[in-house]
């Protein structure tokens, strides 16, 4: 009986230290959990705005392409004679043998 008195009060003294060394670990856990939600929540941010920075170039690069695509064509046109003709006539006036030009005045 005195080896189970001796006990009792030994285990009670253990969890007067346990629940003393309890509270400061539980304070530093909950401030390095709000801690990383913090940053958990500013990478998220940083996340979401570059993927909408990428959607935007990912689109500008596509009106690129396709910009690049009509010069190529125009690039084609200019090397032909009816752009050579139409430029003729547009800027320097130029007609065809037989044609009869016509000027509105205003």
């Known amino acids: 009986m005195v080896e189970s008195v ?16 309890i509270l400061p670990i539980g304070f530093i856990l909950g401030v390095m ?23 935007q170039l990912e689109q500008e690069l596509a009106e690129e392409y396709a910009r690049t695509e009509e010069l190529k064509e125009f690039r084609k046109y200019v090397q032909t004679d009816s752009y050579a003709e139409e430029v003729a006539q547009d800027k320097l006036g130029l007609v065809h043998e037989g044609e009869i ?3 509105i005045q205003r």
Not at 6 to 21: A, D, I, T, V, Y
Not at 45 to 55: D, P, V, Y
């Open 6 to 21: 001796f006990m009792r009060r030994r285990r009670k003294g253990l969890k007067k230290k346990n629940s003393r060394n």
């Open 33 to 55: 959990l709000v801690i990383v939600g913090i940053h958990s929540y500013n990478l998220w941010q940083k996340q979401s705005n570059l993927k909408a920075e990428r959607a």
């Open 101 to 103: 030009v016509f000027e």
